[in-house]
T-cell receptor, first 112, second 112 residues
Framework: GQNIDQPTEMTATEGAIVQINCTYQ??????LFWYQQHAGEAPTFLSY????GLEEKGRFSSFLSRSKGYSYLLLKELQMKDSASYLC?????????????FGSGTRLQVQP | GAVVSQHPSRVICKSGTSVKIECRSL??????MFWYRQFPKQSLMLMAT?????????EQGVEKDKFLINHASLTLSTLTVTSAHPEDSSFYIC????????FGPGTRLTVL
């Protein structure tokens, strides 16, 4: 099966940097995704890592280490609008499935 | 990015009735779409994989006779919740896959 762990809640200050960690266990790993989800809305795609290393996209960066089953999402220059849940999701090719398995999400609260 | 729409965005129905939710890929063709369910403060749980021209693949524990899926064309998948009960009240989200999954805006179902 698959197992994805991420912290339940985090708090950070406007303008600061926050790192949200995600560890996973899966067979047939085929990519790790980060999504942002505001309350009552659908998730929006942030980043995708399939090879080891850092992917940078504006204020958001995502890192992957496949050997460690570890990823993090880094948010810089935090803004109040970044308060949301951040979902780590893994895609596995096991049994031909292409769907994503989601972690429980990390609720980030950005404070003034 | 690709656009996925869902209709309706919100529905309230009486217990025992059936509700149909539509998921459309607006600017691309999707041979595969995914249906997720999200209960309050929980993460997305995959219900089924919708395959154009063939039967859907349901996740363990999801009743295929209760959650009917029809993927009649390359741009449309429908989920019908039959004989809905209050415990079916949830946020239903579809997604379609290109390289990454794009999510529809979700449908909030409330069963009275």
């Amino acid at each position: 099966g698959q197992n994805i762990d991420q912290p339940t809640e985090m708090t950070a200050t406007e303008g600061a940097i926050v790192q949200i960690n995600c560890t996973y266990q899966t067979s047939g790993f085929n990519g790790l995704f980060w999504y942002q989800q505001h309350a009552g809305e659908a998730p929006t795609f942030l980043s995708y890592n399939v090879l080891d290393g850092l992917e940078e996209k504006g204020r958001f960066s995502s890192f992957l280490s496949r050997s460690k089953g570890y990823s993090y999402l880094l948010l810089k220059e935090l803004q109040m609008k970044d308060s949301a849940s951040y979902l780590c999701a893994v895609r596995s090719l096991l049994a031909g499935r292409r769907a994503l398995t989601f972690g429980s999400g990390t609720r980030l609260q950005v404070q003034p | 990015g690709a656009v996925v729409s869902q209709h309706p965005s919100r529905v309230i129905c009486k217990s025992g009735t059936s509700v149909k939710i539509e998921c459309r890929s607006l600017d691309f063709q999707a041979t595969t779409m995914f249906w997720y369910r999200q209960f309050p403060k929980q993460s997305l749980m995959l219900m089924a994989t919708s395959n154009e021209g063939s039967k859907a693949t349901y996740e363990q524990g999801v009743e295929k006779d209760k959650f009917l899926i029809n993927h009649a064309s390359l741009t449309l998948s429908t989920l019908t919740v039959t004989s809905a009960h209050p415990e079916d009240s949830s946020f239903y989200i579809c997604s379609a896959r290109l390289a990454e999954q794009f999510f529809g805006p979700g449908t909030r179902l409330t069963v009275l």
